[in-house]
């Protein structure tokens, strides 16, 4: 039975160590102009 | 919350809007972030539509006023959404970092979009790089849309 493959997301942002290891990582960052234009009543 | 600079967001809507003369729309828009490389800033503190965040202190491959050379972004989609940066930035601390926001700037720091990094604050100790994916339209770190 074959695993299913990882999503493939780009990172964001990445922090490494001196020998190029990464110690943290984060997602893409979205903005829109308008992200609560729905929230008008 | 809009991730525009105020300034700005009242800059695009008298271009878009009969506020000029006789109804015309406005001509505000002009070039409010200047005309040559902007730069990606980045901050201890979280931006807002009124201001940049306080910034981070220099490291190695980071200088005031935010990174350069962040290459030309490409875009897809309709509507299109732009990816930022396109060549990926990364940058030493010389002393501990805790980033939590970026503006996307001008050359002469004029704001444009502003925005919290995902999982902010970031914490990035001596010795160790902070990196923001380059890459081409959904391929970059920073993604930005109108919608």
Same mark, same amino acid.
Do not use: K, S
């Given at each position: 039975m074959s695993e299913l493959a990882p999503e493939e997301t780009p990172a964001g942002w990445l922090v490494t160590d001196p020998g190029g290891e990464v110690v943290a990582a984060g997602p893409q960052t979205v903005l829109g102009a308008s992200a609560d234009a729905g929230q008008e009543t | 919350m809009a991730a525009l600079d105020n300034t700005l967001i009242a800059a695009l809507l008298n271009y878009l =809007?009969? =506020?000029?003369?006789?109804?015309?729309?406005? =001509?505000?828009?002009?070039t409010p972030l200047g005309t040559t490389a902007m730069k990606l800033r980045l901050n201890s503190t979280a931006s807002s539509g009124a201001a940049a965040g306080t910034e981070i202190v220099n490291g190695t491959g980071y200088s005031a006023g935010g990174w350069t050379s962040l290459g030309q972004s490409t875009s897809a989609g309709t509507p299109i959404v732009v990816g930022v940066p396109f060549t990926t930035q990364s940058a030493t601390a010389t002393s501990a970092w805790s980033i939590v926001s970026f503006d996307l700037v001008?050359?002469?720091?004029?704001?444009g979009f502003w925005g919290l990094f995902n999982a902010q604050p970031i914490a990035v100790g001596i010795g160790n790089a902070f990196q923001v994916t380059g890459g081409a339209a959904g391929a970059a770190g920073i993604q930005i849309s109108l919608t």
């Open positions: - | =809007t009969p =506020t000029g003369a006789a109804g015309v729309n406005g =001509t505000a828009i002009g001008g050359n002469g720091a004029q704001r």
